[in-house]
């Protein structure tokens, strides 16, 4: 099925968010992730499913600045 | 308030806005804005908003000018490489433009210190570089009701995002706890391309001058990300959230505190 990740659409087997952040090698405490614009709790991380069409962003903490 | 003929020439192509106009132009000369950082987003943040006539720049760092910090941070000079960035800075902030008011702050901005210093600002502008010292302005912000502009640059990436407390989401909202520290590479290791300090300093000064003039759209609830590779921006819906520990319905944080290691670092990817 076909997702889109931070705007890109990407071939994915399916399964849950969690399964999807492992394949891409994403710890799941350094990432925080929106799907179809809901800000996940990370508890539920390995209870969401993702359907064809969804639209997932990770956003990675950003430090630096000075 | 009344401007000179000088000031009105120096402020001409801001009053020749509608938006701005004189009264606007007089918004900004009352204005005070605190950036918690002078180096690399501060710097910038720091020549064009005195270079806009603010009234009173606070500017807090407790570290002095590093020869490292030179290719990014455009408020200090070679000659000034050993001397406390708040000197340094205010130096170039004045000689820019002598109207505006420097208050210099030559220490680290702590739970303890925060909200006093806070108090006296407008608005306030994220230039720290370790997590402990964004949460703590996250956190000192709304305690305090400040707007806030939150900026961060890594490698090749950076980020803007405008916070009004209680009105749009915090960055507890997104990231509610600072990375574990295991995880986290230092900024000397992570490196950046020092350009990227002047694009995203400049929209957090966007912002805040928006935020003192009441015009347009702030960028709250959005997080605007800048890929420099590819010259890209990407904006992120964000949205408050219900259960935030600081801003949610049932705070768990009610009172300042540091939250995780300031040298632990502040890289982002995985």
Not at chain 2, 1 to 21: A, C, K, N
Not at chain 2, 79 to 88: A, Q, T
């Amino acid at each position: 099925m076909q997702v889109k990740i931070n705007g890109k659409a990407e071939e994915i087997a399916g399964g849950t968010v969690l399964d999807l952040l492992q394949t891409k090698k994403i710890e799941p405490q350094m990432v925080a992730v929106e799907v179809n614009d809901i800000m996940l709790d990370r508890s539920h991380l390995g209870t969401t499913s993702l359907k064809d069409g969804d639209r997932v962003e990770f956003l990675f903490y950003m430090g630096g600045g000075r | 308030m009344e401007f000179t003929d000088d000031q009105i020439s120096r402020y001409s192509r801001h009053i020749l806005l509608p938006e701005v106009g004189g009264k606007g132009q007089k918004k900004i000369a009352k204005a005070k804005i605190l950036l918690v950082g002078a180096g690399g987003l501060g710097s910038p943040a720091a020549l064009y908003l005195a270079a806009a006539g603010i009234g009173t720049i606070g500017l807090i760092d407790s570290d002095v000018v590093d020869l490292t910090n030179l290719h990014r941070q455009i408020l200090h000079h070679t000659s000034d490489v050993g001397r406390p960035k708040v000197v340094s800075g205010k130096e170039k902030i004045q000689a820019l433009n002598p109207d505006v008011k420097v208050s210099m702050y030559e220490e680290r901005l702590t739970s303890g210190n925060a909200l006093k210093i806070i108090g006296d600002y407008d608005v306030v502008i994220d230039g720290v570089d370790n997590f402990t010292a964004k949460f703590l302005i996250n956190d000192a912000c709304f305690f305090a009701g400040k707007p806030l502009v939150h900026g961060g640059i890594l490698r090749f990436d950076g980020r803007v995002t405008t916070i009004v407390p209680k009105q749009s989401a915090c960055y507890r909202c997104i990231f509610k706890t600072p990375p574990p520290p295991g995880l986290v590479a230092s900024c000397q290791e992570a490196g950046v391309i020092g350009v990227l300090a002047g694009i995203i300093g400049t929209i957090q000064a966007t912002e805040a001058l928006k935020l003192v003039l009441g015009i347009g759209q702030p960028l709250t609830n959005r997080f605007l990300d800048f890929d420099a590779k590819k010259t890209q921006f990407r904006e992120i819906k964000v949205k408050r959230n219900p259960d935030c520990a600081l801003c949610g319905a049932h705070p768990t944080i009610t009172e300042l505190f540091d939250d995780g290691d300031p040298f632990a670092g502040c890289a982002v990817r995985p």
